[in-house]
């Protein structure tokens, strides 16, 4: 029993790094695409469009509601210690070192990140990037890149946005609800946070985010099996996946960058 | 060098081609050959590997052995580079279309033309129109493909796959899901489309009556069988298994293929054997 | 090809959006300065710094004038500050830095007071006068200490 438990370990080790083969073969085959001209630059809108815009809702009003959530468990929090006049610098430095970012992937690899795979996988399904094939047009120049790009371009200006909406959320309950001075609560954020460590250290985990999810979401989509089925699988294992892959991610870099 | 097995004037030779899926083989040691200019017609039941052949020749799947030669070359080791140069000389008439739904008829049709060559926009726009009143879809150029019908699809379809002006045709089962007029209008079209300009056509299909009138040379796909003649010949074929294949086919061409299409054979274990 | 002006315009709305938030994190909130070199660069030499760390703020009369751009030892093993200040800002040449606490528990900065002098400091030049930080620990064990001796003296 416990040499076939090992034999399925050994085989799962294996699968697993055979999959990392092949998504590093497939992440290399898309910067190439994506760096080889003709640019699409149509395409690229048109995921701007899809993937930000569309996920624009989402992200400020649960940027609002954690800024607000923050704003009162950090008040409540501070003022047993009479600290309250930092909730500012609480709210502000949560949002922006680890909640912004975080959040933001997770919230754009369920909504924009699954309904790139659907779209990709079916487009496999329905033989649409065969015919692509024989018509001697690469797949992942067309339409791969492009989606990729545009989720790499959209996650910091989306985790920016979720930070912003974050820090008006924690100005509603702490100076409207709690009643703390207005400008107290501005320059106590303004003077806890450092751009050099902070926000730049946010965008780029908000840029590394948005690597991890684009590959995720097209490989996932790319390989998915031609079934109806078989794209639903593949859409649950981005979500799945794409999250997990964050929120490891998130602690390497913070650990190495000291965000 | 040994004696080729097959005809000088073939297109496309297959010879001894071996294809399996995750160890289910599909084709057996296949030999056989497709005449330049010629339409042939690969028939057989689901599941025979009609539509296996098509992709193995377009190099969308590679097989385990044996050799496959298009205008004369092996493209069986043949890359993605070399594959593309091929593809230039193939056209492809999918099953469902696949015409991207994200584009209208016209940026469909326009795709190849903007991709493969280096023609204006008002020249391709020219081309585009011809090719889409060619199949009689000259109205609906601003649509998109979810706003056809199956055969406006099929006609579109068409009308991509020759719009860059190939040697060889091949279509994967036309003449499915269609209603009879559809079904005419079709064959109407693929057999103008050889006499007027030449095409070598390879045609997947279990469409019987269509076949026997449109094909100059028919291939009968079985399992582990295969009959190939003119459609006269197949007719008149003393072999009990042609027989029975023509005979009995006529009650599935009823049957719309596409309905098993989305059911996971992992999913429905009984759906298996209807296949 | 799905040409579609209204969502062209959209897409740059949200491009600016975003970009708007970026530019707000990084210079409003994050105090990002573009040229920051060519500001008036002064040094100051303290016995103790404390917990002073660099990008503290440095104000003059309670107004931010420039930061804490680096924190060495000197030859002496004295800690040397470099503070990088606003171009024209006229600081006497007696003028003082200390570093002070920010409320009872804050972070550390540096604030300067007015010197009477005519003449002002220019850059790279050294402010004379500085008074070191507070260590808290070091008031509470003398206050202790103090309590002790008072004891012992009854």
């Known amino acids: ?219 996932r989509g790319y390989t998915s099996a031609p079934t109806s089925a078989g794209v639903s699988r593949a859409t649950t294992s981005t979500v799945v996946v794409a999250s997990v892959t964050v929120l490891i991610f998130d602690y390497f870099i913070t650990a190495l960058w000291g965000v | 060098m040994e004696a080729s097995p097959h005809a000088q004037d073939a297109a496309v030779a297959l010879t001894d081609v071996e294809m399996s899926f995750d160890g289910r083989p599909v084709l057996h040691g296949l030999t056989c050959s497709f005449p330049r200019g010629k339409i042939s017609v690969v028939l057989g039941g689901s599941g025979a590997g009609k539509t296996t052949i098509l992709r193995v020749i377009g190099g969308l799947v590679r097989h385990q052995k044996g050799k496959v030669m298009i205008a004369g070359q092996d493209t069986s080791r043949f890359g993605d580079r070399e594959m593309n140069e091929i593809r230039r000389k193939l056209g492809m008439m999918f099953q469902g279309g696949a015409l991207l739904d994200s584009l209208t008829i016209f940026d469909n049709l326009a795709l190849p033309l903007r991709e493969r060559t ?139 293929e596409d309905m098993f299409r989305s059911i996971d054979p992992e999913r429905a274990p009984q759906a298996r054997h209807l296949r | 090809m799905y040409r579609n002006a209204t969502r062209d315009f959209v897409v740059g709305l949200f491009v600016l959006a975003g970009l708007g938030a970026v530019a707000y994190l990084s210079f409003s909130v994050g105090g990002l300065s573009l040229g920051s070199n060519g500001g008036l660069q002064l040094y100051a030499t303290f016995d103790q710094i404390g917990g002073l760390k660099p990008r503290a703020k440095v104000e003059v009369s309670g107004v931010r004038v420039g930061e804490v751009e680096t924190i060495g030892l000197d030859k002496d093993l004295r800690a040397r500050v470099e503070l990088n200040l606003e171009k024209d800002l006229k600081l006497p040449i007696d003028s003082t830095a200390s570093i002070v606490t920010s409320g009872l528990l804050g972070d550390q900065y540096i604030s300067l007071q007015l010197g009477g002098e005519e003449d002002v400091l220019k850059s790279g030049e050294e402010i004379t006068f500085t008074e070191s930080a507070v260590i808290l620990e070091r008031l509470i064990g003398q206050f202790i200490h103090s309590t002790d001796v008072g004891e012992a003296e009854k």
């Not at chain 1, 609480?90 to 659907?118: D, K, M, N, Q, Y």
């Not at chain 2, 040697?167 to 109407?188: H, N, Q, T, Y």
């Not at chain 2, 007719?235 to 086919?249: G, M």
Request: proline share 4%.
């Open chain 1, 1 to 219: 029993m416990i040499v076939d438990a090992i034999r399925h370990l050994g085989g799962y080790t294996s699968r697993f790094i055979d999959e990392l083969g092949r998504i590093a073969v497939f992440g290399s085959q898309t910067t190439v695409a994506a760096v080889t001209p003709p640019a699409r630059v149509r395409a690229f809108v048109d995921q701007v469009y899809n993937l930000g815009v569309l996920s624009l809702v989402i992200i400020c009003v649960s940027g609002l509601a954690v800024g607000m959530v923050l704003g009162l468990q950090g008040y409540n929090t501070l003022v047993r210690f009479g600290a309250e006049e930092s909730l500012g610098a609480v709210v502000g430095l949560s949002l922006i070192r680890e909640l912004g970012p975080v959040f933001t992937a997770l919230l754009t690899t369920g909504r924009a990140g699954s309904a790139t795979t659907a779209e990709i996988g079916t487009m496999v399904a329905t033989e649409q990037l065969d015919g692509l094939r024989m018509m001697s047009i690469s797949p992942i120049h067309l339409i791969v890149a492009p989606k990729a790009l545009a989720m790499i371009a959209v996650m910091p200006l989306l985790s920016a946005l979720f930070i912003v909406f974050g820090l008006a959320g924690g100005y509603v309950v702490g100076v409207w609800v709690m009643g703390l001075d207005g400008g107290t609560y501005v320059s106590s954020l303004e003077s806890a946070v450092v751009f050099s460590d902070d926000v730049l250290g946010s965008l780029l985990k908000a840029l590394v985010f948005g690597v991890l999810v684009g590959l995720i979401a097209t490989y």
């Open chain 2, 118 to 256: 280096k023609l204006g926009e008002p020249a391709i726009a020219d081309e585009v129109r011809k090719q889409l009143t060619a199949v009689g879809l000259a109205n609906v150029d601003g649509l998109l493909p979810g706003q056809l019908s199956g055969g406006m699809i099929k006609r579109a379809a068409l009308a991509r796959a020759i719009i860059t002006n190939p040697e060889i045709l091949m279509c994967d089962e036309p003449f499915s899901g269609l209603d009879p007029i559809s079904v005419k209008r079709i064959e109407a079209l693929l057999r103008r489309i050889n006499r007027e300009l030449g095409i070598t056509m390879l045609i997947s299909s279990h469409h019987i009556p269509s076949t026997l009138r449109l094909a100059d040379q028919v291939i009968l796909l079985q399992q582990n069988h295969l009959a190939a003649g003119t459609p006269e010949e197949l007719r008149a074929s003393k072999d009990p298994r042609v027989a029975e294949f023509l005979n009995e086919e006529v009650d599935e061409t009823l049957v719309d």
